[in-house]
């Protein structure tokens, strides 16, 4: 009669959950795969490179569209692959042949879709990054668009990465470092390399400290972790503009 009257009550709870919360909690089981999992991490990093060519090179739609469809099935299968694994362990700590069946299986449909990731990948910018690599460093020296955008997308991805590896906050709110210090920072640092006006690098610089006060005030961030994403910004854009536009 407990046990279900446990069950009903988690029922509502889960009923009762906002928008917010609900995607908390899959931001959780993602960050949790990527903290856990050794492959995950791989796929995080692989996963990185292919988006960075992706935005310089002139693919068409359908060779973009078979990458994202590969790069996704790579991390729902680690996914399904990890979620069976805990599954299987839950219900058995003892050797059975049984449960070597179902990990084994799990494993064999993340091989699948990384040699799949791997041929599309290979089909997609065999011939592509050999002509276009001049091209792609030219637009980046020539096009401050594009650098920016890539200079946000590592920085995110970044601050993504080293989230996950602290079991503090939420994917959305709190933990280390402070994704929007970082951001804050990043978009400073670009903006007082496009201009030498004092005035509106201070006030830029007061639009800064106001991010991470509001961090701080709020409760979200500590000072350390608030501090760490604004060095993370201004770090990590300090050294792309620095070997870009050189």
């Known amino acids: 009669m407990a046990t279900q009257e446990r069950c009903d009550a988690m029922k509502k709870n889960w009923k009762e959950k906002g928008v917010t919360e609900s995607f908390n909690v899959a931001f959780e089981g993602l960050f949790d795969t990527i903290r856990t999992e050794r492959h995950m991490k791989f796929h995080c990093f692989c996963t990185i490179i292919v988006l960075i060519l992706s935005l310089f090179l ?3 739609k359908a060779e973009a569209l ?5 790069v996704t099935l790579m991390w729902v299968t680690e996914m399904f692959n990890t979620a069976i694994e805990s599954c299987v362990d839950l219900v058995t700590e003892e050797y ?3 449960a070597k069946r179902a990990k ?5 449909a993340v091989l699948v879709t990384s040699m799949n990731a791997l041929l599309v990948g290979y089909i997609v910018f065999e011939k592509k990054i050999p002509v276009y690599l001049k091209d792609v460093l030219k637009v980046f020296k020539d096009s401050f668009q594009h650098t920016t955008v890539l200079v946000f997308v590592i920085v995110i991805m970044l601050v993504i990465i ?3 590896f602290f079991d503090k906050g939420t994917p959305l709110r709190g933990g280390m470092p402070s994704g929007h210090s970082a951001l804050a920072s990043s978009i400073f640092t670009i903006i007082t390399y496009l201009t030498h006006n004092p005035k509106i690098f201070f006030l830029t610089l007061i639009l800064v400290v ?3 006060h509001s961090r701080i005030e709020g409760k979200i961030h500590t000072l ?3 501090v760490m994403g604004g060095l993370l910004g201004w770090g990590i854009t300090y050294l792309i503009l620095s070997l870009i536009h050189i």
């Open 162 to 164: 080293i989230k996950s």
């Open 58 to 60: 002139d693919l068409a």
């Open 104 to 108: 084994d299986i799990a494993a064999g």
């Open 66 to 70: 078979a990458l994202i469809i590969s």
């Open 210 to 212: 106001l991010v991470m």
């Open 224 to 226: 350390f972790e608030t």
């Open 96 to 98: 059975h042949p049984l």
